[in-house]
C-alpha cells in the first residue's frame, strides 16, 4: 500500500511517497514566490500553490490514499462558484492587520480570545486577516453581498478546488482564532468580533476523515503541518514534545485530553489531532524567524555554504564573547508576542569575523527557542529529550548549543521529514493500514556542564533592546 503525503509549507510544496515496505522519499519538490508588495506583507498565489500540488501529485505516481499538510494560520477568499480565488494567500507571517489587532487588545476584547480560542490577539492568525479580505477587497465584498463568498486557510480552499469538499480539519481550525478550543466548532461570538460571517467558513471535520477524493483516490487526512511533525515524531503521550526548524520554529508538547492554558507564558493551546472521536491537544510556543533568518544570512552572502559555515565552531560561544543576534525579522512570537520587534545584531567591533556573526546567528535561533522551551518547561511536564527537526537539526553546533540552553538532551535523526511522514502516517490511518518507522539513524545531543543562566541573561538583555524598534505598520521608527 502507498499513500502520498503533500507538505503545502511556506516556500515549497513536497510530496512524500511512503509504503508498507518501510520505503520514504520525496517524489517532488516545487518552490514558490514570496510576494511582499509593502514592508511586513506576505502573500503567495494561491494558484501557484494549487498548480504545485497537482505537480507534486502527479509526480507520486499510483497510490492509495493522500494526505495533506498546510501552513496553518495563512488564509483566502475565493468564489463559491467558480473556486477562483479573490484574494492572495495571506501568509502566517504578514501583520497588515497589526492596527486592528491593537484596537482590539485596547477595547478589552483579549479576554474573549483567550477564553474561547486559547489564543492571544495577533496578527499571525487567520481571523483578522480574514477580515481585512472582506473589509478592504472589492471583489471578496461584492461574492459576500452576492452570497457567494467563501473564506477559508490554504488547506480548505486546495480541497475545495481538489475534491469539491468544502471543509477544514481541526487543527487547522484552531489556529484561526475563529473555533472555540472546547467544542471544536466555529465560535459565533469570536466570528462576530472579528466581523467573519461564519456562513462563509468551510465545515470543521477531524484531523483523519473522508476529505474527498482526487482522481479516484481518497485524501484521508488534513492537518497542520507542526501537528503533523509532532504525530511523524512519534509524539503521543502528554509530555512528548518535538521543536521543527523550519521558516519559523515552532515547539510542540502533548498534553492529552486537557487544554493548557498559559496566556501570561505567551504560550497556545491547540489541538493536536482528532482520531476515532478522540481529541487530543498540545502546546505550541513558535518562534517566527529561524530558516528564515539563515535564508536572509544567505541573500546577503552572510552565508555562502550552509554546511561549511553553519556546522561547527570550535570556539567558545558568540554570545559569550559579546556578538548576540536576536531573530526578529518578522517580530518576535512566543513568549513575546512583539510584533514592532526588529533583529539586530549587537556587540560587533572591528575585530568581529563573519564567522562569528554566522555563530552569532545560529545561537540567536537557538536561544529564541530555548525562550520557548522554558516557558512550556515551567507550565507542562516536558520530558527529559526533545526531538528536533528541519534544516537546522543538520547543524552539530545548532543541536548541542540548544541542548545547552533547555538542559536537555536534543534528538536529530537522518530522516527529517517528519512533517511529511506524520502526514503520510495519518492518511494511512485514515486508509486503513499503518507505515513503519523508516530506517534513521538518532544522533543524541545531551547538555555540557556550564551554567547557561549568565547566557540567557544576556540574550534576554538583547531581546528587550530589539523590542518596539517598528511601529504597528511596520515601519521603523527613527
Known amino acids: 500500500m502507498r499513500v502520498a503525503a503533500i507538505d503545502q509549507g511556506t516556500t515549497s510544496t513536497r510530496v512524500l511517497v511512503a509504503d508498507t515496505d518501510g520505503t520514504v522519499e520525496i517524489a517532488c519538490s516545487i518552490t514558490h514566490q514570496q510576494i511582499h508588495p509593502h514592508p511586513g506583507w506576505v502573500e503567495h498565489d494561491p494558484e501557484e500553490l494549487l498548480s504545485n500540488i497537482r505537480a507534486c ?7 492509495d490514499a493522500i494526505g495533506i499538510d498546510n501552513q496553518g494560520e495563512s488564509c483566502l477568499a475565493w468564489d463559491a462558484r467558480t473556486g477562483a480565488a479573490l484574494s492572495p494567500v495571506i501568509v502566517w507571517q504578514d501583520n497588515r492587520t497589526a492596527d486592528v489587532i491593537e484596537r482590539l487588545k485596547a477595547a478589552g476584547a483579549e479576554a474573549l480570545t483567550l477564553a474561547r480560542a486559547g489564543l492571544p490577539l495577533d496578527a499571525y492568525f487567520s481571523a483578522s486577516k480574514l477580515a481585512w479580505i472582506i473589509n478592504t477587497l472589492p471583489a471578496a465584498k461584492a461574492a459576500l453581498d452576492a452570497g457567494h463568498l467563501r473564506l477559508g486557510t490554504t488547506d480548505a480552499f486546495f480541497l475545495d478546488r481538489l475534491t469539491g469538499t468544502f471543509a477544514t480539519d481541526v487543527t487547522t481550525a ?5 473555533m472555540n478550543l472546547e467544542t471544536g ?35 484521508t487526512a488534513a492537518v497542520v503541518d507542526q501537528q503533523a511533525a509532532l504525530f511523524g515524531h512519534g509524539c503521543r503521550k502528554p509530555g512528548d514534545a518535538k521543536i521543527t526548524f523550519g521558516t519559523g520554529a515552532f515547539a510542540l508538547t502533548v498534553t492529552g485530553d486537557k487544554i493548557a492554558r498559559a496566556p ?45 559555515d553553519l556546522d561547527w565552531f570550535d570556539c567558545e560561544p558568540a554570545i559569550e564573547r559579546g556578538v548576540v543576534f536576536v531573530p526578529a525579522l518578522s517580530g518576535l512570537a512566543c ?11 549587537l556587540g560587533m567591533s572591528a575585530a568581529t569575523t563573519r564567522a562569528d556573526l554566522c555563530q552569532a546567528l545560529l545561537e ?9 522551551v522554558g516557558a512550556m518547561d515551567a507550565h507542562v511536564a516536558i520530558g527529559r529529550s526533545i526531538a528536533i527537526d528541519g534544516g537546522l537539526a543538520r547543524s552539530r553546533y545548532f543541536a548541542q548549543f540548544l541542548a545547552d540552553m533547555i538542559g536537555r538532551d536534543v534528538v536529530a535523526t537522518s530522516f527529517d521529514e517528519r ?27 545531551s547538555p555540557r556542564a556550564g551554567d547557561n543562566g ?24 527613527g
Open 264 to 308: 501570561e507564558k505567551g504560550l497556545l493551546p491547540t489541538v493536536a489531532w482528532s482520531i476515532d472521536g478522540q481529541m487530543t491537544y498540545a502546546v505550541d510556543g513558535g518562534v517566527y524567524d529561524a530558516g528564515s533568518a539563515i535564508e536572509w544570512a544567505r541573500r546577503i552572502g552572510l552565508v555562502t555554504d550552509l554546511t561549511a
Open 57 to 63: 501529485l502527479q509526480a507520486a505516481g499510483a497510490v
Open 419 to 445: 512533517t511529511a511522514f506524520g502526514t503520510a502516517s495519518l492518511a494511512a490511518r485514515g486508509a486503513g493500514f499503518a507505515l513503519p518507522e523508516p530506517e534513521t539513524v538518532s544522533r543524541t545531543f
Open 364 to 372: 540567536g535561533i537557538a536561544l529564541s527557542a530555548a525562550d520557548v
Open 335 to 345: 513568549p513575546h508576542w512583539d510584533r514592532t520587534a526588529a533583529s539586530l545584531f
Open 174 to 178: 484552531s489556529r484561526t482564532s475563529l
Open 454 to 477: 549568565k547566557i540567557r541573561a544576556r540574550f534576554s538583555e538583547a531581546v528587550s533592546r530589539a523590542k518596539g524598534w517598528r511601529d504597528h505598520g511596520g515601519q521603523q521608527t
Open 185 to 219: 466548532q466555529w465560535d459565533e461570538e469570536l466570528c462576530q468580533l472579528f466581523g467573519v460571517p461564519m456562513s462563509c467558513l468551510p465545515k470543521i471535520m477531524p484531523t483523519v476523515a473522508d476529505y474527498g477524493r482526487v482522481d479516484g483516490v481518497p485524501i
